[in-house]
């Protein structure tokens, strides 16, 4: 019989921190925890194992599990010597869940639960507290009406602000025992009003209905789209964990907190967190109250007046200090906890790697090294390739001016401007559209995961540095600004107010989540330095990878930010690009309309000084590294104009009848362009484009050489290769303009003939093609599309529905289709190889910038990858990272 429950604390532990993939990260953590002494509330773990059968089963709970279930409970009274149900001295337990992947906020847990109308008064008799025991029972009806029944939560928040209105309260905390205990016969109406049926009384109904609730939030929508942002499978599950709680609103020697061992957002050695005396755990992450800070530095560096923990529970915050240093020890990572002080007593809740900025993960990585907690290899491990793109984009300008509303918490760095909206549908819907925009709320909730994504950055009026806004926003590298208290938010109106001004929606305003500031207007941006650290773990990074990371350029200026990103050469030149210039447009589409072989290179004529000075300009940026230029590739249509408007413009400017250039237009328009006339295709019928191309890359290599002493190599890449013969034709054309212009300048260079592979045949007739070609350069991109039959622009309509489904484990179009598309890559490699050994490979499509796709080209011997200048470190640190995972 398989084991699903694996019980924790009290001198137990059936599990440990190398069980993630079965009790989920939290779970697993727990019973680490408590293996190594530390103060853990005891419990169990219901393992991810279980999650499959769940749905699998139609949500039952087989009687095997609830034996199980029952062990795990025991153990758990075993220990507290409190009885769950007893209404003399109840155990009340947590419910939550623990994937094996951190999704901070994305699924349920319910607190309190084994309250009822009998176990209530046992609770207030044991601890001395009438008015914590109906706090306690209020807050249980609450979470378990909104997770397990799905009820109104709008309803319950209302009757409570209510109750604190009527007696003119202004906290949750005002409220007595006479006040909460009327507020929880309020609340049982709501929910027998909207249920149909008295809140449930007893306490295994209520532990099965929150199982199966935290086991049914892995299915809830924000979960499914927080996966799919973070490339979490959904085959991975989630555990359930069940423990004894802890109470931190037990009075004023009690406290509940967030806590990391260095500070997340810039990575400095410190202590660094929220806590709340008098609270429960959801009161800080919820951003309900304006949390205290943890440490009395921190404190008066905020200038804030509320007494820090250390200065409030001297002894406790000692003891959590020395907890910190032992977990960080042990874990060898910064660590993101949460605990809780139930009158005096500290109680440790979970313990996990934290979050944390791109510019904290490479200083956190960089120092550890240093200390000789990690090596460098690990070092370099512990960065995620993609978080470095916060660090590749424009900050603020410090000597802009600044029109600032009101300053809040700086909870995740960065800068943005857009306009302002008030909900996450609208935020997703504009930013859809184009626009940029900043989502702007009272405090944001796992409902917001879509705006939060979509925004550029994220505004709260309430909340603290570990509320749901500041951990998401983190996570996504999104700038983020919380607890800007002096915003009045108004989200049916779409406004906000502050300082006597108004925001209304649209309005542009700007967030500094470095300092917290909040400006009404477009501040502008300046270019980052990439130095200190990140220049240090990118130097350990290249002395490991073996890959060599090229970018896609076509101008000189995206060649240059390559450059500065650490690009050794150019991976893929869309000469096509540099056509659309307004300059040469005309030109062209000349040779476009011409009737003949002679009116064409007239026309040529006129490009070929405008082509030599882009490749001179190209060659002379990247210094002697290799520059691979594809010729010609678009079919010839998509340089005429397609609206009525435009055709008596460009027929005047191109000195043609305006019926000559319709009747052409009409003759080149293709029903599916990307498998029409284009690539080699062109080529082949009108050779003297590419012909007029590589004279204008020969004479610009020379020209660069003998200017600078240092000779580019070129490598001319024909597209859209099928077969052998058409790759033989169009590099007998390069080779004879080779020659022409090597005789006519007196000097050779050294350059290289290949191909895309970005056809399925091309792939599997590749060692023939090899035979003519010097290098292959796979064309992804195209070859994903031309392998699944899937068109890239029109995909988006349902891809998001196949990796929901598991069609697909990830779109095929950011991340490589291993099985498919890879595997034809592999092949082609293989019998590239054997035909010509020592052949040139490499891939320039969007997925040389993704590290899952990185890793694969490492895995099968590729030469270099090619992406986007701004992920060229990106690809750097992937490749990397590869090369370490192929020695491991």
Request: aromatic share 6%; proline share 4%.
């Amino acid at each position: 019989m398989t084991q699903y429950v694996y019980r924790f604390g009290g001198g137990v532990s059936d599990g440990g921190k190398g069980d993630r993939n079965l009790l989920g990260g939290k779970g697993a953590n727990l019973a680490e925890m408590a293996s190594i002494g530390l103060p853990v509330p005891p419990g169990f773990t219901i393992s991810t194992e279980f999650c499959d059968v769940y749905y699998d089963e139609g949500k039952a709970f087989p009687q095997g599990l609830r034996d199980e279930v029952a062990t795990g409970i025991a153990h758990i009274e075993g220990v507290t010597g409190k009885v769950f149900g007893d209404a003399a001295d109840p155990l009340l337990v947590s419910v939550r869940s623990g994937a094996r992947a951190s999704m901070p906020g994305m699924m349920d847990t319910v607190l309190n639960l084994g309250l009822n109308d009998a176990t209530v008064q046992g609770l207030a008799a044991t601890s001395g507290d009438d008015r914590f025991a109906w706090d306690s029972y209020r807050r249980f009806i609450q979470m378990y009406s909104d997770v397990v029944l799905e009820l109104d939560h709008g309803a319950f928040e209302e009757a409570l602000e209510i109750a604190k209105e009527d007696n003119g309260y202004f906290l949750d905390t005002d409220l007595t025992a006479a006040d909460l205990q009327k507020l929880v016969a309020e609340y049982k109406s709501l929910v027998e009003a909207q249920w149909g049926k008295p809140f449930p009384q007893d306490v295994h109904d209520q532990l099965w209905g929150a199982v199966g609730a935290v086991f049914g939030s892995w299915q809830s929508e924000r979960a499914k789209v927080y996966r799919r942002l973070n490339d979490i499978p959904a085959s991975w599950g989630t555990a359930v964990n069940v423990q004894a709680m802890v109470f931190g609103n037990m009075g004023d020697t009690s406290a509940t907190g967030v806590a990391f061992t260095r500070d997340p957002a810039k990575g400095d050695r410190a202590y660094y967190g929220e806590f709340l005396i008098n609270a429960q755990g959801e009161d800080v992450v919820a951003g309900i109250r304006t949390p205290q800070y943890l440490t009395l530095a921190a404190r008066e560096a905020a200038g804030a007046k509320p007494l820090s923990m250390e200065e409030a529970l001297p002894e406790v915050y000692g003891e959590l200090a020395k907890v910190f240093d032992t977990l960080e020890t042990h874990y060898r990572d910064m660590q993101d906890i949460e605990f809780t002080v139930q009158q005096g007593k500290l109680w440790m809740l979970q313990t996990r790697s934290g979050k944390r900025t791109a510019k904290a993960a490479l200083k956190i990585a960089v120092e550890m090294a240093a200390e000789g907690l990690i090596t460098r290899e690990e070092a370099i491990a512990r960065v995620d390739p993609q978080a470095l793109d916060q660090l590749l984009h424009p900050t603020l300008d410090p000597k802009a001016v600044r029109d600032v509303l009101t300053k809040g918490l700086p909870a995740s760095p960065g800068a943005a401007s857009g306009a302002a909206v008030f909900d996450s549908d609208t935020a997703e819907k504009r930013a859809q559209a184009g626009d940029a925009v900043i989502l702007i709320r009272v405090e944001t909730s796992p409902e917001d995961i879509h705006g939060m994504h979509a925004a550029k950055g994220i505004l709260t009026a309430r909340g603290g540095m570990t509320s749901h806004a500041a951990v998401v926003a983190r996570g996504m590298g999104r700038p983020c600004v919380s607890g800007a208290g002096t915003l009045a938010i108004d989200a049916k109106a779409k406004v906000m107010r502050v300082a006597g001004r108004t925001i209304a929606e649209g309005d542009i305003v700007t967030i500094d989540g470095t300092t917290g500031e909040v400006m009404a207007g477009e501040v502008p941006t300046v270019q980052p330095e990439l130095s200190g650290d990140f220049a240090t773990l990118m130097e350990w990074a290249d002395g490991v990878r073996r890959l060599k990371v090229r970018a896609n350029a076509e101008t000189p200026l995206d060649a240059r930010v390559a450059r500065e990103f650490g690009a050794e050469g150019i991976g893929l030149c869309r000469t096509e690009h540099m056509f659309f210039d307004a300059a040469r447009i005309t030109a062209v589409r000349q040779m476009i309309l011409a009737e003949d072989e002679t009116g064409r290179r007239a026309a040529l004529e006129k490009l070929l000084p405008e082509q030599r000075g882009d490749f001179v300009q190209l060659f002379e940026v990247m210094a002697g590294l290799p520059v691979t230029i594809r010729l010609l590739d678009p079919p010839l249509h998509e340089f005429l104009p397609h609206e009525e408007a435009e055709f008596a413009e460009v027929a005047a400017a191109a000195g043609v009848d305006i019926d000559v250039l319709k009747r052409r237009a009409s003759e080149l328009h293709e029903f599916n362009p990307m498998l029409g006339h284009r690539g080699c295709r062109l080529g082949v019928t009108y050779p003297e484009i590419y012909e007029t191309q590589a004279r204008a890359i020969f004479e610009a290599a020379i020209e660069v050489a003998e200017k600078s002493g240092a000779a580019p190599i070129p490598e001319v890449m024909i597209p859209l290769v099928a077969t052998r013969r058409e790759l033989e034709l169009m590099k007998a054309v390069v080779d004879a303009a080779a020659k022409a212009v090597f005789a006519d300048k007196g000097r050779e260079i050294e350059y290289l003939v290949g191909t895309m592979i970005e056809l399925p045949r091309a792939a599997l007739k590749a060692g023939e093609i090899a035979e003519i070609g010097e290098f292959f350069s796979f064309g992804t991109n195209d070859l994903t599309q031309t392998t699944l039959g899937v068109s890239r622009d029109d995909a988006a309509r349902f891809l998001t529905t196949y990796v929901e489904r598991g069609i697909y484990p990830r779109d095929p179009f950011v991340s490589l289709d291993i099985e498919g598309v890879g595997e034809l890559i592999e092949l082609a490699a293989e019998r590239g190889r054997a035909t010509r050994a020592g052949i040139k490979l490499g891939i320039c499509g969007e997925h040389g910038g993704d590290p899952a796709s990185i890793a694969f080209c490492e895995k099968i011997g590729l030469d270099y990858v090619s992406a986007s200048p701004y992920r060229v470190p990106i690809a750097r640190l992937a490749a990397a990272q590869a090369a370490l995972a192929a020695k491991a």
